[in-house]
């Protein structure tokens, strides 16, 4: 079974940064693609940012020029970093994996990230 772990969440004040990191149990040769989804509370959830095996990314456009996901295979992690904070990114922040083999979908625990002056 893959497990996803996400750490990195806190509370920040708007304008600033923070960055997430979710470390997966997979290798990334059986990844097709990992990504961060958020939902705010009365919200659903939605998706923040992805990248494939390949290298492509895709963001949500209330987060693109600001947000940047990354990956190091290596260490089995991808990364969101998070600039120029809003309160509206309050959310918890789930980590996705989509396996190569069935496209079968990981979830991890999810990390707040609060938003506050």
């Known amino acids: 079974q893959v497990q996803l772990v996400e750490s990195g969440g806190g509370l920040v004040q708007p304008g600033g940064s923070l960055t997430l990191s979710c470390t997966t149990s997979?290798?990334?040769?059986?990844?097709?693609?990992m990504g961060w989804y958020r939902q705010a509370p009365g919200k659903e959830r939605e998706l923040v940012a992805e990248i494939s095996s390949a290298g492509s990314t895709n963001y949500a456009e209330s987060v693109k020029g600001r947000f940047t996901i990354s990956r190091d295979n290596a260490k089995n992690t991808v990364y969101l970093l998070m600039n120029s904070l809003k309160p509206e990114d309050t959310a918890v922040y789930y980590c996705?994996?989509?396996?190569?083999?069935?496209?079968?979908?990981?979830w991890g625990q999810g990390t707040q990230v609060t938003v506050s002056s």
């Open positions: 996705n994996a989509r396996m190569r083999l069935g496209m079968l979908n990981y």
């Open positions: 997979g290798s990334m040769f059986s990844i097709y693609a």
